[in-house]
């Protein structure tokens, strides 16, 4: 079972297909993102429906640098948010549980994050596609592996910005020099995957500032590209089978860390969706309604188009 993808192009063309296909696909994932966020049906129906509007009126644009559902993602969030300022009359913490996933904002509204004002220490463009790069290496290696309890650890460290004393407790590890064990060899697998992709960029060097414990670097960069391109979300299926109760030892104990400790907000809305099959009919009226709308922007902007 593979997490089906649309054609980006087939998109771009406005074929109602293709459309259609991802409304079906992603209504359910959206609705639960927004609801966990708004405590609200109506209020996320609302919200799927501009998501949705919006990821029409937005394709040309789309920047393969990012997953579609990275995409989509990155609208519905912002339109949570903007219905939640709306609502702030009310003491409401917008964004709170986000913390830490920063990235899809920046992408979606072009601004800066917090954590690239306080970067401390800037990577050039291309070294940060290459950190991103070899940290998804490690983490496929990792889960290949079956080096389970060592992604998590990891993801704690460099995802969460956890401490390493916070770390072994939460593993029943033996202590903290367990942890930093597991972060030393990590930190030097990375430089390997670093130095057969490239040599002597700054990432080399920054690598093995880190490897000296310079957990700033950790806190800021590889924070940030990790949370940023969702490195070690687990593919749907993953997902539902956690859900069907067929997830097993290694790949569970993963699972379960990301989605309660780590609390990914992505992989908790496909949770959701998974989790709540008897939502069949109320999600038909939603999809109904959403394609309605939907049809309507692509027919009045078809063969339009860039240069068209
Ligand atoms: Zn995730």
């Not at 806190?219 to 940023?228: A, C, I, S």
């Amino acid at each position: 079972m593979t997490d089906w993808t649309p054609d980006i192009e087939r998109l771009q063309q406005r074929l109602d297909d293709e459309w259609l296909r991802v409304e079906r696909e992603f209504c359910g994932r959206l609705l639960a993102y927004a609801q966990r966020r708004t405590g609200d049906l109506q209020s996320s129906e609302d919200i799927v429906q501009e998501t949705l509007l919006g990821a029409v009126r937005g394709i040309d644009d789309f920047d393969k640098t990012f997953s579609f559902e990275q995409y989509l993602f990155g609208i519905c969030r912002n339109r949570t948010i903007d219905y939640l300022r709306r609502k702030k009359a009310r003491t409401i913490q917008v964004g709170e549980d986000d913390e830490g996933f920063p990235g899809l904002e920046a992408m979606a509204t072009g601004g800066e994050t917090p954590s690239a004002i306080v970067r401390g220490r800037e990577l050039s463009f291309r070294a940060r596609e290459l950190l991103a790069t070899i940290l998804r290496d490690w983490v496929e290696e990792t889960w290949e592996q079956s080096e389970f309890l060592r992604l998590c650890v990891i993801e704690g460290l460099f995802a969460g910005g956890w401490r390493n004393r916070d770390t072994w407790k939460r593993f029943d590890l033996r202590d903290e020099t367990a942890v930093a064990g597991i972060k030393f060899r990590a930190l030097k697998r990375l430089r390997q995957l670093a130095a057969v992709r490239e040599s002597g960029n700054d990432l080399l060097s920054y690598l093995a500032a880190a490897e000296e414990g310079d957990q700033r670097l950790l806190d800021v960069d590889v924070r940030q590209v990790w949370n940023e391109k969702r490195l070690s979300c687990p593919a749907r299926h993953w997902l539902a089978r956690l859900v069907a109760g067929n997830l097993k030892e290694g790949p569970e104990l993963f699972v379960r860390f990301h989605l309660e400790d780590m609390k990914c907000p992505w992989c908790l809305a496909n949770h959701d969706d998974l989790a709540s099959a008897d939502r069949d009919a109320e999600l038909q009226l939603l999809l109904d309604r959403v394609q309605e709308s939907t049809r309507q922007v692509l027919h009045s902007t078809q063969r339009g188009g860039p240069g068209a």
